[in-house]
């Protein structure tokens, strides 16, 4: 089992920076893919970033040169560093362990006012 809990969510004006973090509890955090997906009023849950146990990272084309995801498997904390941020950002933002029929967090809400 794994426990997520996000943090770092709020609100900031276009153009600013937000960090979120994604704390997870249980072993098999370091030997798991991370992602972190997005779900905006109306809309359905995309994926915004993801990173796999070797480190490599994929992003969605919206947040590509903008968001920066990494993760700490010996602080099993992943993290979503976005700068630039837009208001077509605004969203509940989760932190996923092990794809979309893995781990879920409660997520966290960011919104960017223009």
């Known amino acids: 089992q794994v426990q997520l809990l996000e943090s770092g969510g709020g609100l900031v004006q276009a153009g600013g920076s937000l960090r979120l973090s994604c704390a997870a509890s249980g072993s098999i955090f370091g030997f798991k893919g991370v992602g972190w997906y997005r779900q905006a009023p109306g809309k359905q849950r995309e994926l915004v970033a993801s990173?796999?146990?070797?480190?490599?990272?994929n992003y969605a084309d919206s947040v590509k040169g903008r968001f920066t995801i990494s993760r700490n498997n010996v602080k099993t904390t992943a993290y979503l560093q976005m700068n630039s941020l837009k208001p077509e950002d605004t969203a509940v933002y989760y932190c996923n362990c092990g794809g979309t029929l893995g781990f879920w967090g409660q997520g966290t809400q960011v919104t960017v006012s223009s």
């Open positions: 990173i796999d146990t070797a480190g490599t990272t």
